[in-house]
């Protein structure tokens, strides 16, 4: 499985981001694909994630302002970030796991500042 992630970028606190990851291969053994972040000298952590049904879960702190969906006839799914605040800047990535192995996109930047 590839992923691949667009979409980041400078954006002012406020301001809103649109990021796409489109994945390749054995894209029919896909359940799960989520977001995840990392900040400089932090940790990576879960953002977002979304079944192939559809079902949902958030990090609280994105809860009403970040929206996951996907399209699987385009094997692609999306995060839809509004009112962005500086604490969000990170390194997103998008992420999978198939057979239980972890698989991850190369990350886009997205900076939150003015």
């Known amino acids: 499985v590839q992923l691949v992630e667009s979409g980041g970028g400078l954006v002012q606190p406020g301001g809103s981001l649109r990021l796409s990851c489109v994945a390749s291969?054995?894209?029919?053994?896909?359940?799960?694909m989520a977001w995840y972040r990392q900040a400089p000298g932090k940790q990576r952590e879960l953002v977002a994630g979304?079944?192939?049904?559809?079902?949902?879960n958030y990090k609280d702190s994105v809860k009403g302002r970040f929206t996951i969906s996907r399209d699987n006839a385009k094997n692609t799914v999306y995060l839809q970030m509004n009112a962005l605040k500086p604490e969000d800047t990170a390194v997103y990535y998008c992420?999978?796991?198939?057979?239980?192995?972890?698989?991850w996109g190369q990350g886009t930047l997205v900076t939150v500042s003015s």
């Open positions: 979304i079944t192939r049904i559809g079902t949902t």
């Open positions: 291969g054995l894209t029919s053994s896909i359940n799960v």
């Open positions: 992420g999978t796991i198939v057979s239980g192995e972890p698989y």
